[in-house]
């Protein structure tokens, strides 16, 4: 039976889990973050010839039909789609729309390797909110953990070289928006599966890219020379035959990936998932250089080595304290 809420709503989690369900949450998170790595790579490939909100609602097409065929296929029941929690959906819905909108514009603009390496700092977001949001508790070595990450992405911006990017501080604001969905879904965890949270996310999708169509998709705002705002407000074109399999690989790889990371979340504390998404950054360097021909340079993989380091020693330190809290002396403070 899970714990009672708080004077203010919040689910609690509990602080022990079976190893079983313990290990499967971790592979979900762990497949969940390599699937979506194919959405990224998906995504840039195609910024340069569609605009945004044309590729999201494709996406977020082929992503609902997905989940419609798994309810159906797996005989589960539709009625899972039904929720009286409308308030806490429209507010997790809203910070997925405001995370993509604001990764993929800057994804557009920079090098894959420091788009995603910049969107990592998410996991530290998820261990500092999950202190507030959750009542989780966060040692003073993890703080000094994120502190770390945070130099990571001060290393990406490149402010000293006088080379700032903005582009990297539109991931940054996705990063933050990505960590607090997160805590909806930790909040939502006891009534609601991971299907229904990736239902109303692609209704959000769906309802809000119709709309940007509907006003930009004539191409009347188009004309910048700045790929993020280009991506943004491009006209809307018929894909050929041959982009076809790239617009489906996008939308099943969210879908499915969605779906494991969502579950993850459900499953496990906020601050013992987060850092095994990491596991798209290695793939993130390989795909920059394999498909868009891009390899970080000494500076980005600085700023990558100190957030992916902070994430790492994260997961340690958690680990620690599980054996702290199942009896093992050998256990220490966070």
């Not at 539709?78 to 997790?92: A, M, P």
Request: hydrophobic share 50%; charged share 15%; proline share 6%.
């Amino acid at each position: 039976m899970p714990p009672p809420p708080d004077a203010a709503g919040i689910m609690r989690p509990t602080t022990r889990h079976a190893p079983s369900s313990t290990l499967a949450g971790l592979l979900l998170a762990l497949g969940g973050s390599a699937t979506l790595s194919i959405n990224d790579v998906a995504i840039k490939a195609l910024s340069g010839a569609y605009p945004l909100h044309q590729v999201i609602l494709i996406r977020a097409s082929i992503g609902m039909l997905f989940l419609i065929g798994f309810v159906w296929f797996s005989g589960g029941s539709f009625r899972q789609f039904l929720t009286r929690r409308r308030k806490d959906h429209l507010i997790r819905v809203s910070f997925v729309m405001v995370s993509n909108l604001t990764y993929f514009l800057g994804l557009a603009a920079l090098p894959l390797a420091d788009a995603v390496a910049i969107a990592f700092v998410s996991p530290l977001i998820v261990t500092a909110l999950s202190v507030v949001v959750l009542g989780e508790t966060v040692g003073p070595r993890r703080w000094a953990a994120v502190v770390v990450g945070m130099l990571g992405v001060l290393v990406l911006v490149r402010p000293f070289q006088g080379q700032v990017q903005p582009a990297a501080f539109l991931v940054l604001i996705s990063a933050f928006c990505y960590a607090s969905s997160h805590m909806m879904t930790r909040k939502m965890k006891d009534t609601e599966s991971a299907v229904t949270l990736s239902f109303y996310v692609q209704c959000g999708f769906i309802v809000v890219s119709s709309t940007m169509g509907l006003s930009v998709g004539d191409g009347h705002l188009a004309g910048s020379s700045d790929p993020s705002v280009a991506f943004l407000l491009r006209e809307w074109t018929w894909p050929p035959v041959a982009d076809w399999p790239v617009f489906l690989a996008t939308g099943l790889a969210v879908a499915i990936g969605g779906l494991m990371v969502s579950q993850a979340y459900r499953m496990l504390e906020a601050a013992l998932v987060a850092p095994f998404e990491y596991a798209s950054m290695p793939l993130a360097v390989i795909w920059g250089v394999v498909i868009f021909g891009t390899f970080p340079d000494r500076t980005a993989w600085l700023g990558i080595a100190l957030i992916i380091g902070a994430g790492l020693y994260t997961l340690w330190r958690e680990t620690r304290r599980k054996k702290e809290v199942t009896g093992d002396p050998r256990g220490s403070d966070l």
